[in-house]
């Protein structure tokens, strides 16, 4: 893509003394990387039992820790903008995914031109019978899966950090190269625009379909005043027969017969739904029973992971003693060798060999004894790791039986919802049985008209036929009524749930600084710090997070340097990398064959640039003139100038010199 514009964030920020971010320079930068490097070899020299060693870094053999390489890196991220200075952040690498779902319109362009050429309002009925399922929901669902980073933690410390970018390009650090083209990034704002085309559609369709249906009720309603005015008039000199009167009992009959039958359906119903409140009443007064047993173990546990504590620091003490004491017994055993070998020689004179001989029967002594010590601190050992089994046993059994109350809880809960959903729907029934008895009830009163027109002349087939149409064109005017505010009422949904879907997406932007004026996808640079270390057991990886350097103060003691991860949300990514170099041993040899052209530590322009990050972090007050020192010390030899120019021997010489 052309243009693509950089977006790179700051590996490093500071605090003042107000706690708001300050940028850095990039010697400073150099400078912490350095400074934890340091601290990360003092860690590894103490877990293996040496001192931090430091000079002469080549001739003291792999046994020593120290660091191999140290080169900077980018995590890619596209940044595709949305309007309204916001953008969407999609992991370029597809590390993070997730399923996004496209909801697709139905037919709306069939739907306006079918209503649109409706000759009749009976068309126009059949039109609405035929659409009445099309708004029900959307006419399908186009799956794609996204990189789209949704999580909140994720993209507000990325929101933060987009304050402090910059658009120079990369150099001297790696780049990995985005396996997500910057097409898939833009389709998801293409997806935003086509949501809100749709909402603008369905809303016309709706406007549309209740335009037509104002008018054509307008006419119905019309026509049937129309016909009521003309039956007045011809049954207006016309009298009842005595006939339809015991027709109007018989009527009247049927319709109390129909009504207590439909009485007693509603009352089987109603003590249905009074069984159903009753269960109800029973489960919720069992729940909070088992809520309270299920509190109870919740309360246990933590009790028990403290007693848990107990035994792992009393067996972190007895490993401790065990390996002075081992320390210890190898030193007298090497004295023993020593003295035994002068002994043997026998090179001083006999009263010096006397006392060597004696000193020898106190190192027998003294190693006899630490030995049983040894044992009794290794059987105390075992001791505190058979209490620390035996409570955890006690926490997984306690766990178990709290996810078997928490799974009957569930169920409990599922028998509510069951019995709650079965008590919404009796009024449904209800109502279901009720509109029967209208229906019926009506039947009747057709039947009552037929019989009627049979009795009468002529003026009672008018009146059936008059109170025939104006019912058909009554029930017309309700049917197009109650099927156009159905659809419409659809269409409503599906337009909530379309403007659900953008904010949704929305909700995940972040505002783009005016700066940067993104018109296509920008790409967003992650920075880490991949730090390789030689350890006596193998090679360490340690991939060093977006930082905040800061001094903490205390009272009566001097300014201390204090490092933290600024993106702890990282994690995820910052894992998976070193992941891939323990596990993907082609995809380490690709980082070492890189490394070995950015790495930090053979640069020639590094030492300059530490010596001025330490330096500017001194001024600050950050660290001490013997911190600092202690780091120069530490890597001078990493930076000591294979060939003995007179300007780099001087500068190394004077860098020397001056923390020393």
């Not at 350095?34 to 931090?52: D, Q």
């Not at 980073?149 to 929101?159: C, E, W």
């Not at 001297?172 to 097409?183: C, E, M, R, V």
Request: with cysteine.
């Amino acid at each position: 893509m052309e243009n693509l514009k950089p977006i790179v964030l700051p590996f490093a920020l500071g605090l003042d003394e107000k706690g708001r971010n300050i940028e850095l320079s990039r010697d400073v930068e150099l400078a912490l990387v350095f400074y934890m490097t340091r601290r990360e070899l003092k860690e590894l020299s103490s877990t293996f039992g040496m001192k931090l060693r430091v000079g002469r870094r080549l001739k003291e053999g792999p046994q020593v820790p120290n660091a191999t390489f140290a080169m900077k890196l980018y995590y890619p991220a596209w940044v595709t903008p949305v309007g309204e200075g916001r953008g969407l952040i999609i992991d370029a690498l597809g590390l993070l995914r997730e399923v996004l779902r496209y909801d697709e319109l139905p037919d709306c362009d069939l739907f306006l031109r079918e209503i649109k050429e409706s000759p009749s309002i009976e068309a126009y009925l059949a039109t609405l019978k035929s659409h009445i399922f099309t708004f029900l929901d959307f006419g399908g669902s186009r799956a794609s899966v996204s990189t789209l980073i949704t999580n909140s933690s994720i993209i507000s410390d990325l929101q933060t950090d987009m304050i402090h970018y910059s658009d120079e390009p990369v150099a001297n650090a790696l780049s990995l190269n985005p396996t997500i083209p910057w097409q898939d990034a833009l389709k998801i704002s293409e997806m935003l625009r086509s949501a809100g085309a749709d909402i603008e559609r369905m809303s016309v369709a709706k406007e549309e379909l209740t335009n037509r249906t104002s008018s054509w009720l307008d006419r119905q309603n019309e026509s049937v005043e129309a016909l009521r005015k003309e039956y007045l008039q011809l049954m207006g000199s016309e009298a009842v027969e005595a006939k339809i009167d015991e027709l109007h009992q018989q009527r009247r009959r049927r319709v109390s017969e129909i009504e207590d039958e439909k009485e007693k359906e509603v009352a089987f119903l109603e003590s249905e739904r009074t069984e159903l409140e009753n269960e109800m009443a029973a489960l919720k007064q069992k729940r909070p029973v088992l809520i309270q047993t299920l509190q109870s173990y919740n309360q246990q546990r933590p009790a028990l992971l403290d007693q848990l504590a107990e035994p792992q620091k009393r067996r972190n003490e007895l490993l401790k003693t065990l390996s002075t004491l081992t320390a210890q017994l190898e030193n007298e055993k090497a004295e023993q060798l020593r003295l035994a070998d002068m002994a043997e020689t026998r090179v001083a004179s006999d009263t010096e060999l006397a006392g060597v001989r004696e000193r020898l029967s106190q190192l027998a002594l003294r190693i006899a004894e630490t030995g049983k010590q040894i044992n009794e601190v290794e059987h105390a050992l075992r001791i505190e790791e058979e209490k620390r089994e035996a409570l955890q046993g006690s926490i997984i059994k306690l766990t178990k039986e709290a996810v078997q109350v928490s799974r009957q809880i569930s169920e409990l809960d599922a028998s509510l919802d069951e019995n709650d959903d079965r008590i919404g729907v009796i009024p449904h029934l209800i109502e279901g049985v009720r509109r029967r008895k209208h229906e019926e009830i009506l039947q009747v009163d057709r039947e009552y008209l037929l019989k009627a027109t049979e009795a009468r002349t002529r003026v009672g087939a008018l009146r059936a036929d008059f109170a025939g149409r104006i019912d058909r064109e009554r029930r017309i005017i309700k049917e197009v009524s109650t099927r156009s505010e159905r659809i419409a009422s659809n269409i409503d949904e599906l337009a909530k749930r379309k403007s659900t879907f953008i904010k949704d997406l929305k909700s995940n932007t972040v505002f783009v600084p005016r700066k940067i004026e993104l018109t296509s996808p920008g790409l967003l640079q992650i920075p880490f710090y991949l730090v390789a270390y030689s350890t006596p057991v193998g090679r360490k990886y340690i991939l060093y997070p977006p930082l905040t350097a800061y001094q903490t103060k205390k009272a009566f003691l001097a300014g201390r340097l204090s490092v933290r991860a600024r993106m702890k949300s990282l994690d995820i990514i910052r894992e998976w990398l070193l992941s891939m170099l323990q596990s993907d041993y082609a995809f380490e040899d690709k980082v070492g064959t890189i490394a070995e052209k950015m790495n930090i530590l053979t640069r020639p322009d590094t030492w300059e640039k530490l010596v001025k990050g330490l330096t500017q972090l001194k001024n600050r007050g950050w660290i001490s003139k013997h911190t600092s020192s202690k780091v120069i010390t530490t890597f001078s030899e990493y930076f000591r100038p294979k060939e003995e120019t007179p300007e780099k021997e001087e500068l190394y010489r004077s860098s020397i010199q001056t923390e020393g």
